[in-house]
């Protein structure tokens, strides 16, 4: 019994060590910012300085932006493609690889010379606007494959044509039937948004936009500890993240069953 | 006026027809199902009946209302499918409330009513549950419930009981019939299954390649078919080439041995080809039927034991007859290489010409 549960054991310890090892160093030397001791120094003159807590909120509102465009567009979309043009799966799946093949610079470059002169590039919102638009781009492909995924696991069509026949028409499907079901793709699509868009780096920069990415640069090349701090803190936002995901998923009990025979 | 009249539907997908010259007038209460191989337009029809297809020609009239262009939401229509299609997020009281809901109706109504229908489907404990907590049976009983909530003025089924083991099945055939009488409400009813038709219909639409062959209760259609084909899909028979020797005293020639038909054969000459057509059940070995009823000669060819009936198929020479003998524990079946003769009365032949053209 012993000798069988070695080797597995071996080798999940051998991979949590792959990760483990460089994000406890990191830790360890973002602790030791005071010489000769372990402090929280680092962590306190991040929580001290202004531009961490404003960038931050701006990234987080533009991420909550995204997020909440992303789903309006995606969601409906993704919903009618199953119901009505599963042809047109193919070429959505096609569309859905661009945001990888376009490099950010390119993106943003396109965009900058697509709207140039208009009020999307003269005024600060106008420029947000630009780059929440650019960032519902980036994030369409992990969007549409997780609605999507949610919307395969459930019967849309029988589900749709049963809220029909009940006497509801497509707002009351959409948002009491079908997006109920797919709440937890939904959910991952948007915290998987929220992480590419709290760590964006080229479009925030080149479009000039005090948001996180280009704070943590700017900290990287000013500080010592501090950047590595600055990592341990968005490690732990994004487990926050995947832990608000987990705990969400229990309280849905119907989430992810069929709604056909098994 | 009937309450459900369905008037010269036809229904196109691109160049293939679904369904051809559908008609049918249904009364209030009546009890109607769609029989027939999968296919056959049966389930097409039906949801042109619910507004999920718009027919190609034709009319469909609700209480004398035409419905044709309504979409299903407009309809008034309640509808089980095959598939369950609960909401897996709502409880089962919030899945039977959906539709009073949607419709705004107060929410003492609607606890009221919700209450009433779980009483009707003797699940009242099953409220607070999930869709994924029940089992198949269950989820089609909420179904059930939720489709008739809202009072629908008319109930759609499509083959309800097809995901479901055959005990479950037995037993919720039992419990939609008796619902559905109870509450008088004019029901469609989509099977394959032709034993769920006949148990559970007042009249029977047998379809086939989107026409219907035959409309009639269930023991007009299983006695007196009036296509070949309705004779062969409801029921077993045997279909056995013959050739006519006297078509005005209706006497053919099957495999050598002649037998009579109790009645002519209109338009036929002596020396045509057709074929007779005899339920199993009618048929029975040696003596029974007196001495007038046909007889076939033949020998035992094979015997399966099937419960409560014993099938037999004899070989009469380049054909074969089936019939069926009740199970009798003191008295064994015939055996294999027995000779025996089928006695069966002239009137239960069925001469099966071509489909008739509507």
Same mark, same amino acid.
């Given at each position: 019994?012993?000798?069988?549960?070695?080797?597995?054991?071996?080798?999940?310890?051998?991979?949590?060590?792959?990760?483990?090892?460089?994000?406890?160093?990191?830790?360890?030397?973002?602790?030791?910012?005071?010489?000769?001791?372990?402090?929280?120094?680092?962590?306190?003159?991040?929580?001290?300085?202004?531009?961490?807590?404003?960038?931050?909120?701006?990234?987080?509102?533009?991420?909550?932006?995204?997020?909440?465009?992303?789903?309006?567009?995606?969601?409906?979309?993704?919903?009618?493609?199953?119901?009505?043009?599963?042809?047109?799966?193919?070429?959505?799946?096609?569309?859905?690889?661009?945001?990888?093949?376009?490099?950010?610079?390119?993106?943003?470059?396109?965009?900058?010379?697509?709207?140039?002169?208009?009020?999307?590039?003269?005024?600060?919102?106008?420029?947000?606007?630009?780059?929440?638009?650019?960032?519902?781009?980036?994030?369409?492909?992990?969007?549409?494959?997780?609605?999507?995924?949610?919307?395969?696991?459930?019967?849309?069509?029988?589900?749709?044509?049963?809220?029909?026949?009940?006497?509801?028409?497509?707002?009351?499907?959409?948002?009491?039937?079908?997006?109920?079901?797919?709440?937890?793709?939904?959910?991952?699509?948007?915290?998987?948004?929220?992480?590419?868009?709290?760590?964006?780096?080229?479009?925030?920069?080149?479009?000039?936009?005090?948001?996180?990415?280009?704070?943590?640069?700017?900290?990287?090349?000013?500080?010592?500890?501090?950047?590595?701090?600055?990592?341990?803190?968005?490690?732990?936002?994004?487990?926050?993240?995947?832990?608000?995901?987990?705990?969400?998923?229990?309280?849905?009990?119907?989430?992810?069953?069929?709604?056909?025979?098994? | 006026?009937?309450?459900?009249?369905?008037?010269?539907?036809?229904?196109?997908?691109?160049?293939?027809?679904?369904?051809?010259?559908? !008609?049918?007038?249904?009364?209030?209460?009546?009890?109607?199902?769609?029989?027939?191989?999968?296919?056959?337009?049966?389930?097409?029809?039906?949801?042109?009946?619910?507004?999920?297809?718009?027919?190609?020609?034709?009319?469909?009239?609700?209480?004398?209302?035409?419905?044709?262009?309504?979409? /299903?939401?407009?309809?008034?229509?309640?509808?089980?499918?095959?598939? =369950?299609?609960?909401?897996?997020?709502?409880?089962?009281?919030?899945?039977?409330?959906?539709?009073?809901?949607?419709?705004?109706?107060?929410?003492?109504?609607?606890?009221?009513?919700?209450?009433?229908?779980?009483?009707?489907?003797?699940?009242?404990?099953?409220?607070?549950? =999930?869709?994924?907590?029940?089992?198949?049976?269950?989820?089609?009983?909420?179904?059930?419930?939720?489709?008739?909530?809202?009072?629908?003025?008319?109930?759609?089924?499509?083959?309800?009981?097809?995901?479901?083991?055959?005990?479950?099945?037995?037993?919720?055939?039992?419990?939609?019939?008796?619902?559905?009488?109870?509450?008088?409400?004019?029901?469609? =009813?989509?099977?394959?299954?032709? !034993?769920?038709?006949?148990?559970?219909?007042?009249?029977?639409?047998?379809?086939?390649?989107?026409?219907?062959?035959?409309?009639?209760?269930?023991? !007009?259609? =299983?006695?007196?078919?009036?296509?070949?084909?309705?004779?062969?899909?409801?029921?077993?028979?045997?279909?056995?080439?013959? !050739?006519?020797?006297?078509?005005?005293?209706?006497?053919?020639?099957?495999?050598?041995?002649?037998?009579?038909?109790?009645?002519?054969?209109?338009?036929?000459?002596?020396?045509?080809?057709?074929?007779?057509?005899?339920?199993?059940?009618?048929?029975?070995?040696?003596?029974?039927?007196?001495?007038?009823?046909?007889?076939?000669?033949?020998?035992?060819?094979?015997?399966?034991?099937?419960?409560?009936?014993?099938?037999?198929?004899?070989?009469?020479?380049?054909?074969?007859?089936?019939?069926?003998?009740?199970?009798?524990?003191?008295?064994?079946?015939?055996?294999?290489?027995?000779?025996?003769?089928?006695?069966? /009365?002239?009137?239960?032949?069925?001469?099966?010409?071509?489909?008739?053209?509507?």
């Amino acid at each position: 019994m012993k000798r069988a549960s070695f080797w597995p054991w071996l080798w999940l310890a051998l991979g949590a060590a792959y990760f483990i090892i460089p994000l406890a160093a990191t830790m360890q030397f973002s602790l030791q910012a005071k010489r000769g001791t372990l402090g929280f120094t680092a962590y306190a003159n991040i929580f001290r300085d202004g531009n961490f807590f404003s960038s931050f909120a701006f990234s987080f509102q533009t991420a909550m932006a995204t997020i909440l465009i992303s789903v309006l567009l995606i969601v409906p979309t993704a919903y009618w493609v199953q119901l009505r043009l599963p042809q047109a799966r193919r070429l959505i799946e096609l569309l859905t690889l661009l945001p990888f093949v376009v490099p950010a610079v390119v993106l943003v470059f396109s965009l900058a010379r697509t709207y140039n002169g208009t009020p999307l590039t003269n005024s600060r919102e106008g420029l947000r606007v630009l780059l929440t638009g650019a960032y519902v781009v980036l994030s369409f492909p992990y969007m549409y494959r997780s609605v999507d995924t949610g919307l395969r696991a459930i019967n849309v069509r029988a589900l749709t044509e049963a809220a029909q026949i009940l006497g509801a028409g497509w707002p009351t499907i959409l948002l009491r039937v079908i997006l109920p079901n797919v709440l937890l793709s939904v959910l991952s699509g948007a915290f998987i948004t929220f992480a590419i868009v709290m760590g964006e780096f080229t479009i925030a920069s080149l479009l000039a936009q005090p948001a996180f990415g280009p704070y943590i640069s700017l900290l990287s090349s000013s500080k010592v500890y501090e950047p590595s701090a600055l990592a341990v803190v968005s490690f732990a936002l994004t487990w926050a993240s995947i832990g608000l995901i987990q705990f969400l998923s229990r309280g849905t009990p119907g989430q992810g069953q069929m709604a056909g025979p098994r | 006026m009937s309450f459900l009249e369905i008037n010269g539907v036809r229904k196109t997908f691109g160049q293939s027809v679904a369904v051809e010259h559908f !008609e049918l007038r249904a009364e209030r209460g009546e009890f109607v199902s769609f029989l027939g191989p999968s296919g056959c337009g049966k389930t097409t029809t039906l949801r042109m009946v619910a507004g999920f297809e718009r027919p190609s020609a034709g009319h469909i009239r609700i209480d004398g209302v035409d419905m044709t262009d309504t979409p /299903p939401n407009k309809r008034k229509i309640g509808m089980v499918f095959q598939s =369950y299609a609960l909401f897996p997020n709502m409880t089962v009281a919030d899945n039977i409330g959906f539709g009073m809901r949607v419709a705004g109706r107060p929410r003492a109504e609607i606890r009221a009513r919700v209450d009433e229908m779980l009483g009707l489907i003797h699940m009242p404990e099953f409220a607070r549950r =999930y869709p994924a907590q029940l089992s198949g049976g269950q989820q089609q009983r909420v179904a059930l419930a939720r489709a008739l909530a809202a009072q629908p003025q008319l109930l759609l089924l499509d083959e309800p009981l097809s995901a479901l083991d055959a005990k479950i099945r037995l037993s919720l055939r039992q419990e939609i019939r008796a619902i559905q009488r109870q509450l008088n409400i004019t029901t469609i =009813y989509v099977t394959h299954d032709q !034993e769920e038709a006949m148990s559970l219909s007042d009249r029977i639409v047998v379809m086939n390649r989107g026409r219907i062959e035959q409309i009639g209760g269930p023991f !007009e259609v =299983y006695n007196f078919p009036q296509t070949g084909f309705v004779a062969s899909f409801v029921g077993t028979l045997n279909v056995l080439p013959a !050739e006519v020797v006297d078509a005005g005293a209706g006497r053919v020639r099957v495999d050598g041995q002649e037998i009579a038909l109790g009645k002519p054969i209109s338009g036929g000459a002596a020396g045509q080809r057709l074929s007779v057509a005899v339920r199993p059940e009618i048929i029975s070995p040696n003596g029974a039927h007196g001495p007038q009823a046909n007889q076939l000669r033949g020998s035992v060819e094979d015997v399966t034991f099937l419960g409560a009936i014993v099938r037999v198929r004899v070989r009469l020479g380049a054909s074969a007859v089936h019939f069926d003998v009740f199970n009798n524990p003191h008295l064994a079946p015939p055996a294999h290489g027995d000779l025996v003769t089928l006695r069966f /009365p002239a009137e239960s032949c069925m001469v099966i010409t071509e489909a008739r053209n509507h």
